[in-house]
């Protein structure tokens, strides 16, 4: 495949080794290159099967949309932008792209995403919940994709909200911890990031996935399939 890939920070770095290693063709843009998305004309697009954008919350958006209008595939593992997915869906229905997003492409977090539905019962056995999340210091958006998410699976489960509480410090992947509390006893689940690659190969197994499809998708629903 052809695949342009949108940012060369620690992540992107990574995308690029896996989309070499499985026998893509690829160019990668930076931010400077690609300021409010001016790059991304349909002209531009045009020669590329699929996008993967890690980039950061200020500039996704604007790349999603560029890649709507072109109806060129995108894969997007940037976080902090949720709140214009109900817009960004709509119009990629509408025009018939393809949208693949997540708050975490490893299939670890995604195995564990399953185990905390799973988990989520306790709530209903007299325990009380929190959600830990650490990151790297210059990670931008607090708290992260991934622990919305677990958030989210619980308050569909037991309609009960839990507290995240984040921390921004030193060069951490990304740890996440759901902790169970009773009388009783404690319960901790929890998934540490080892490396940024787990990342990376989802993305890209993402994108191969996703040519040729319309529609709007979450890795989450869709991974088992890759």
């Given amino acids: 495949m052809q695949l342009l890939i949108l940012g060369q920070g620690k992540t992107g770095s990574h995308v690029a080794d896996v989309a070499r290693e499985r026998r893509h063709h690829f160019q990668t843009l930076c931010g400077a290159d690609n300021a409010n998305a001016s790059t991304l004309t349909p002209d531009f697009l045009a020669p590329f099967n699929a996008v993967i954008d890690f980039t950061n919350p200020s500039a996704v958006v604007a790349n999603v949309e560029a890649c709507i209008r072109a109806r060129k595939a995108i894969v997007v593992g940037t976080t902090?932008?949720?709140?214009?997915?109900?817009?960004?869906?709509?119009?990629?229905?509408?025009?018939?792209?393809?949208?693949?997003?997540?708050?975490?492409?490893?299939?670890?977090?995604?195995?564990?995403?399953?185990?905390?539905?799973?988990?989520?019962?306790?709530?209903?056995?007299?325990?009380?919940?929190?959600?830990?999340?650490?990151?790297?210091?210059?990670?931008?958006?607090?708290?992260?994709?991934?622990?919305?998410?677990?958030?989210?699976?619980?308050?569909?489960a037991t309609n009960k909200e839990l507290e995240i509480v984040s921390f921004r410090e030193g060069d951490a992947v990304g740890m996440h911890e759901l902790v169970f509390n009773s009388q009783a006893d404690r319960v901790y689940l929890c998934h540490d990031s080892k490396s940024r690659r787990g990342f990376a190969e989802g993305a890209v197994r993402a994108a191969e996935w996703l040519v040729g499809k319309t529609g709007v998708f979450d890795f989450r629903n869709v991974w088992r399939e890759l």
Avoid: C
Avoid at 90 to 104: M, V
Avoid at 106 to 135: K, P
């Fill in 80 to 156: 902090g932008w949720y709140d214009h997915l109900p817009r960004l869906r709509e119009q990629a229905q509408t025009t018939g792209s393809a949208l693949l997003y997540s708050s975490n492409f490893s299939i670890g977090v995604n195995l564990f995403f399953e185990i905390v539905q799973t988990a989520a019962a306790a709530m209903n056995f007299d325990y009380s919940g929190q959600i830990f999340e650490r990151h790297h210091a210059q990670k931008k958006d607090a708290p992260s994709g991934t622990a919305m998410v677990m958030q989210k699976i619980i308050r569909e």
